[in-house]
Each structure stands twice: as structure tokens, then as C-alpha cells.
């Protein structure tokens, strides 16, 4: 309240307190049911708005009138560089996920129609809002977005994404006060597709959670069984209107999305910057800039996978005649490259490709690079998964420029 305390005698900003907490979609209603405008936007108390993030999302909303809903491209505020999401959708099972999570914004393959907006920068008008109705309050916290952009889908809608829309996220930041995420998130994903999925799927659904082990045993579904009169009334509620939103569903079982980096650890500093990049079994890497799985060991070996995409900076006091890169690129036909770039820029002074080996090796590669700070992106056409699910690319346990 603090940070729009100075607005209040505008007459442009008003606060909508409650004596409780209503949780995520509770707050939500209590501020529709104060609002008066034709549009109605949402941010997240961590979610930091571009200046144009509203009046970009509007003329997406307005562009076409079956656009229901509007998606913001979301960053990690604490790594710019890098999506949080653009949008979103769910697997077969009902686990959701945001889409372009944790891919570099240089790299990004924005969608344009997508299942759900993101909670952090959604706009809608009021009349679609008082065509799906209001947010589901027992969706105490995660999924009250996608489900939301369900309901817009089967009203006829759509949920599109406004590119030019952005908005920096402090992801995580609110999940602080919720110890038991995984339990809500299971709680509401049965909620979801009980709510929504089409009949004739549903029994092929209870196979497959039978054969499942979520970790949570029985609660999500006894927290179900209780409220099992409310979710069938929104069931019936929807079950006439044709929209269709299955051909945004993912067709993967199980946990989605995959595993990624945890791109917020990541914390480059500029001071401490030098010409080597050595996996040593410490944790204290301040060249790492995003696209690095957790730190493993192949015997006495340290190193760590990349996704299709990883960033290190470095930085030359004197010329670079030459490069030697400790890795392992697993497959054959996997084309990985380091592109090697003055930092700040996109155009590259040296492009190495490396040499694919199923085994371990240091392989020396020529290079010339004048005294400077540089961002070396490793980038990797075709990813492979191992079985916990993560799109790996290539191994690095050192790269020495020297």
C-alpha cells in the first residue's frame, strides 16, 4: 500500500482491502466486484509492468472480436534475458505449465494463440468476464489462470498473446508463504480436469492416475471429494458451449513441463570476471548467466549440461589466440556451436563448432579476440532427454581462453 499511497488523492487509484485472506482468485473477485471499467487487467504483487504493457495488451484485445483474454510476454525480473513465460498451457494428465519458460527472449518462439494467460499481466474486457464468470475462489492459489482461459476457450473465445506486451515477474517470490505448493497444485489439477475435460477421456484420465504416484496420496482427492457439489455445478455450467480447447493441449502424460535451470540463481558479476570457466565442485560461478543445469560429477569429473541454450561472461585483459573446451556432446548428429560475442552485442567476432564425442575430451579450437568483456552462448540445434525428462545439450567442465 505504501509504494500507492502517493496516488490516492488522484481519484485514479483506490485500494479494495479484505479482513481475510481470499487467496489469489478471491482477491481477484473483490477488486471486479469494485471495478468500473470496460477493461479489466491483472499483475501479480511481484510483477513490474513495461510502460506500454497496457495499451499493447488492449489493442491485442481489441484487434479481432473473438479475442477473449490477452496473454503478456513475462520476464524472470531478476534475469532479464530470460522468459518466464508467454502464456501457457497443460498436458494430458492437467499438469499446467507457462510456455517459453526459462528460454532466452533471444531465442524465443513466441506462440500466438495459447490454452491460458498467465496470472502476472492478463487482460480481459468485462464482457467476457460476465460471459465466463468470475474466478473459482477455491482455487486458493495455482491454476485460478488456467482454468480461466478454459472457460474462455469453451465460451467460443480465444486466448491470444500480445508480444509487445511485457511484463518483469520477481517469479517465486509470493510462493514463499506457501509451504505446501505441490499439495494445491495436485488438489487443483484434479479440480480442473473434472471440471473441464471432455467425458469420453476422462476413464482412459483414471487409469492413468491409478497407475501415477504424485507424492500426496489420497488428500487432493478426499479435498475434491468434499467440494464435489461446487465442481459440479461448473461442470454443468459449461458442459452446452461448444468452444473446443483441446487442440492446445499438450499431448505428453505425466509431470510437465520438463525440468529446466533455475535461471534466477544465477547472479553474473561483472567485477570478478576472467578468461577461464572451471566447474570445480564449488557452487560460486559468477560467470554463468542462464541455461545451466545443477552441477554434477562423472567420476572425479565436475561439469554441468546445458540447455539448448546457455550464456557465460568472460572477460580478456590481453589477446585470445586460442580456446580449449573440456566437454562432451553426446550424439553424433547433434550440431553444437559456441557463438562468442563483445558483451551488449548480438553480432559475433568468433563462431566455434564443436566436435561431437560421446566420451569426455579437451579439445583446442583458434580464436582471435582482442582484450575486452565477452558473452560466449553455447547453443545446441538438438536436444536429447535423459530419464528424469530434461532437454539436455552439451556437457562443459571447463572452457580456457587463452
Request: net charge positive.
Amino acid at each position: 500500500r505504501a509504494a500507492i499511497e502517493p496516488f490516492l488523492t488522484t481519484g485514479k487509484v483506490s485500494v479494495v482491502a479484505s479482513r481475510t485472506n481470499l487467496g489469489v482468485p478471491g482477491g481477484r473477485n473483490l477488486g471486479l466486484r469494485a471495478a468500473r471499467g470496460e477493461i479489466i487487467a491483472f499483475i501479480d504483487n511481484d510483477g513490474y509492468a513495461d510502460r506500454n504493457w497496457l495499451s499493447e495488451a488492449i489493442a491485442t484485445l481489441e484487434s479481432q472480436p473473438d479475442v477473449g483474454a490477452v496473454a503478456s510476454v513475462v520476464f524472470f525480473a531478476q534475469s532479464k534475458a530470460v522468459l518466464n513465460g508467454a502464456g501457457g498451457t497443460m498436458n494430458r494428465s492437467g499438469f499446467g505449465g507457462d510456455l517459453c519458460f526459462n528460454v532466452p527472449y533471444e531465442f524465443a518462439e513466441i506462440p500466438r494463440e495459447v490454452l491460458y494467460p498467465m496470472g502476472c499481466g492478463m487482460v480481459l474486457s468485462r464482457r467476457v468476464m460476465d460471459r465466463v464468470g468470475r474466478f473459482d475462489g477455491l482455487l486458493f492459489k495455482y491454476y485460478e489462470d488456467l482454468e480461466l482461459g478454459i472457460r474462455v476457450w469453451k465460451s467460443g473465445l480465444r486466448v491470444v498473446v500480445a508480444p509487445g506486451a511485457w511484463v518483469d515477474h520477481d517469479c517465486g517470490h509470493s510462493d514463499q508463504f506457501f509451504s505446501n505448493k505441490y499439495y494445491l497444485c495436485q488438489r487443483h489439477r484434479i479440480r480442473t480436469v473434472l471440471k473441464y475435460y471432455p467425458l469420453w477421456r476422462l476413464p482412459a484420465w483414471f487409469m492413468t492416475e491409478l497407475k501415477a504416484a504424485h507424492g500426496v496420496g489420497l488428500m487432493p482427492w478426499l479435498w475434491n471429494l468434499r467440494h464435489f457439489g461446487s465442481l459440479l455445478k461448473w461442470r454443468l455450467k459449461f458442459i452446452g458451449r461448444s468452444g473446443s480447447f483441446w487442440h492446445l493441449v499438450d499431448p505428453s502424460q505425466g509431470s510437465f513441463p520438463p525440468p529446466t535451470p533455475n535461471n534466477q540463481d544465477y547472479r553474473p558479476d561483472s567485477s570478478r570476471l576472467g578468461p577461464q570457466l572451471v566447474f570445480n565442485g564449488t557452487e560460486d560461478y559468477p560467470q554463468l548467466n542462464f541455461g545451466w543445469f545443477y552441477q554434477e560429477t562423472d567420476g572425479q569429473l565436475a561439469f554441468r549440461w546445458t540447455q539448448a541454450q546457455a550464456s557465460a561472461l568472460f572477460r580478456f585483459d590481453a589477446p585470445v589466440r586460442s580456446c580449449a573446451v573440456w566437454s562432451r556432446v553426446p550424439s553424433l548428429g547433434q550440431r553444437a556451436e559456441m557463438i562468442i560475442r563483445p558483451l551488449g552485442e548480438l553480432e559475433p567476432a568468433e563462431r566455434i563448432r564443436l566436435r561431437p564425442s560421446p566420451a569426455w575430451g579437451r579439445r583446442s579450437y583458434p580464436c582471435r579476440l582482442a582484450p575486452g568483456s565477452y558473452e560466449v552462448l553455447l547453443v545446441t540445434e538438438r536436444t536429447f532427454r535423459d530419464p528424469s525428462g530434461r532437454a539436455l545439450g552439451v556437457g562443459i567442465s571447463s572452457i580456457m581462453f587463452e
